[in-house]
């Protein structure tokens, strides 16, 4: 506990476990953010542990990194635990959205619009079955299918990866939120995959927790990892020596974020059959309500 430590050590834990915290919801691991900023996996190591003593010039490349904002890793008195989401939303809003808020905190928020129903969107970390489930339940149900990752590569003429590479994870995260306001201006009902990250990303998991019935497609960190494997997917987090303590520590990062979905589905130790007749009932009850819906319209 870092009340009984003296200041300066009591900062430098807080320091860490933010820079630990931020590089799990972004779903790096150790390995990757040491390569991406050019600072060595023990130096990194040292900093999340609380015994880096680190400048501000080597903190900032961390930052850029992970596509973080410097004073979001900085330990300071916060008004509210969720103060930093919400000073990222102001960041990035635009001035339309900030006079919706400034109307919604004075009270004044009440004839705000509705955001129109776009289908069915599933969020849950790699390998937990986004794409094959989400492929075979629009296919049960006569909706399109949707991969935002496939939407993005599209439009930008780009792999992820390339996009990554050549604009960052802040430059990916800006795609990601213009193809999902493309996708939403088509007015049709879809199943739509997202990447795991999305949650991290406050304006864009807003808006699909707002346009989509969301489901959190869950599974045991051992299963995502197979499944991950088994795809032959060989990303640093797939072949990582500590991939198993990483992914772990970006589940617990990211667990109450997906736990805002509207639903969850747990795959454990299912086929993918089960695993697919789990989601359509889970769907029912929102199936049911667009039906009654179009019979009065």
Do not use: C
């Not at 102001?90 to 776009?118: C, D, M, V, W």
């Amino acid at each position: 506990m870092t009340e009984n430590l003296d200041p300066e050590t009591g900062f430098l834990e807080q320091l860490g476990q933010r820079v630990r915290t931020v590089r799990a919801l972004r779903g790096m691991s150790r390995k990757v953010l040491a390569k991406v900023s050019g600072i060595s996996e023990r130096y990194i190591a040292q900093l999340e542990s609380g015994k880096g003593n680190v400048s501000i010039v080597l903190l900032r490349r961390v930052s850029n990194a992970m596509g973080a904002h410097l004073e979001d890793l900085i330990p300071a008195t916060e008004p509210a635990p969720d103060w930093p989401m919400i000073r990222d939303l102001l960041r990035k809003a635009t001035p339309n959205q900030i006079a919706q808020a400034k109307e919604a905190l004075s009270g004044q928020g009440a004839s705000a619009h509705r955001i129109s129903f776009s289908g069915i969107a599933l969020i849950g970390l790699r390998g937990a079955g986004k794409s094959t489930l989400g492929r075979m339940l629009a296919k049960q149900i006569g909706w399109s299918f949707v991969e935002l990752n496939k939407e993005i590569e599209r439009q930008n003429g780009l792999s992820v990866a390339e996009i990554i590479a050549l604009y960052g994870q802040e430059g990916f995260r800006r795609m990601e939120q213009a193809a999902l306001g493309q996708l939403l201006a088509r007015k049709e009902l879809m199943v739509l995959a997202t990447g795991g990250g999305i949650v991290s990303e406050p304006l864009t998991f807003d808006l699909i927790l707002q346009s989509f019935y969301t489901i959190w497609l869950k599974a045991r960190p051992e299963e995502h990892m197979a499944r991950v494997r088994s795809q032959g997917d060989l990303r640093p987090m797939a072949d990582d020596r500590s991939a198993m303590d990483e992914l772990r520590t970006i589940l617990l990062s990211r667990e109450p974020l997906y736990a805002r979905a509207s639903a969850v589905v747990d795959t454990s130790g299912l086929s993918v059959d089960a695993a697919a007749a789990r989601l359509v009932d889970a769907v029912a009850p929102v199936l049911q309500s667009e039906a009654r819906m179009f019979a009065r319209g």
